[in-house]
């Protein structure tokens, strides 16, 4: 079995998924690339490769536990190990909390939220036999202060504030550690679309005049998910530019 960590991150097509990946294979890692369409994966793999990394592809719906927990189990057969879990897999479904669709609510949990249940149940084992793991929750500065027209994605998130530490909790003594990170305005396609008006009132109330590149969270998640940061556990880092301060 090869000494080399193994990263399995999910939503790695494009965006902060991507950014992550891309951040970890620099690192060092093998990191496994999930999320539902194949063909962006390969390309990724591609050029993770071409630069001297190590990665591999498992495309799969996270909203389909059973299919999210064979595809951990299939790497960790395959692989040998998994070290380190990313849950970064998102999607929004805005709309007023009292105009919200049934659907829109359950899809925006299962996406979101039972998810991240599932990769940390399928991931827990092979991690205690290693005493050694490092989980990390992709979270919103939305699950920690609310946001209007998200009730559904902000309880999601807000959702795995509470698993990160309940996990953090019952499995530290076997040398897991399991941390939330939460962005907050970051530049990806779940936020192109959204009004000027709307970006420029984030802006506003921001302490860095910027907003948040995939390449800033990457960072955050290289560092939480690194050997040394084993006494680091239970936390909820918003990585924001200042936005929350909470
Ligand atoms: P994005 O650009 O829309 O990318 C979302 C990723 O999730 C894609 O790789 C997508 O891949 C994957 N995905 C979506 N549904 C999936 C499913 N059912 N199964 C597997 N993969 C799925 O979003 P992002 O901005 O990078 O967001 C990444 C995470 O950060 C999300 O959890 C999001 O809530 C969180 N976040 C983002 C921001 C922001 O400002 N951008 C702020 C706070 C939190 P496919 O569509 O190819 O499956």
């Not at 790497?75 to 998994?82: D, F, H, Q, S, T």
């Not at 084992?125 to 005493?131: D, I, L």
């Not at 984030?202 to 948040?212: C, D, E, K, Q």
């Amino acid at each position: 079995m090869s000494d080399q960590r193994v990263a399995f991150v999910t939503g790695a097509s494009r965006g902060i998924g991507r950014a992550v990946a891309e951040r970890l294979a620099n690192d060092g890692r093998h990191v496994v690339l999930c999320s539902r369409s194949a063909a962006p994966l390969n390309d990724l793999a591609g050029t993770i490769e071409a630069n001297g990394g190590a990665a591999s592809v498992c495309a799969c719906d996270v909203g389909d536990r059973d299919a999210l927990s064979g595809a951990i189990e299939g790497v960790i057969k395959e692989r040998g190990r998994l070290d380190i879990l990313v849950n970064n897999a998102g999607i929004t479904r805005d709309g007023l909390a009292l105009r919200m669709s049934d659907d829109d609510w359950d899809e925006v949990i299962r996406v979101n939220l039972t998810s991240a249940f599932a990769a940390i149940r399928a991931a827990a084992r092979p991690m205690m036999k290693q005493r050694f793991g490092r989980i990390v929750n992709v979270a919103s500065t939305s699950g920690l202060v609310g946001n209007a027209g998200q009730a559904n994605y902000a309880a999601a998130k807000a959702g795995l504030v509470g698993l990160t530490k309940t996990i953090a909790r019952e499995l530290g003594g076997k040398g897991i550690t399991c941390n939330t990170v939460a962005p907050g305005f970051i530049q990806t396609d779940m936020t192109k679309d959204l009004p000027e008006s709307v970006t420029a009132q984030v802006l506003s109330t921001m302490a860095v005049n910027r907003l948040g590149d995939p390449a800033d969270i990457a960072a955050a998640i290289a560092y939480v998910t690194s050997d040394e940061a084993g006494f680091l556990t239970g936390q909820t880092i918003a990585v924001d530019g200042g936005l929350t301060m909470c």
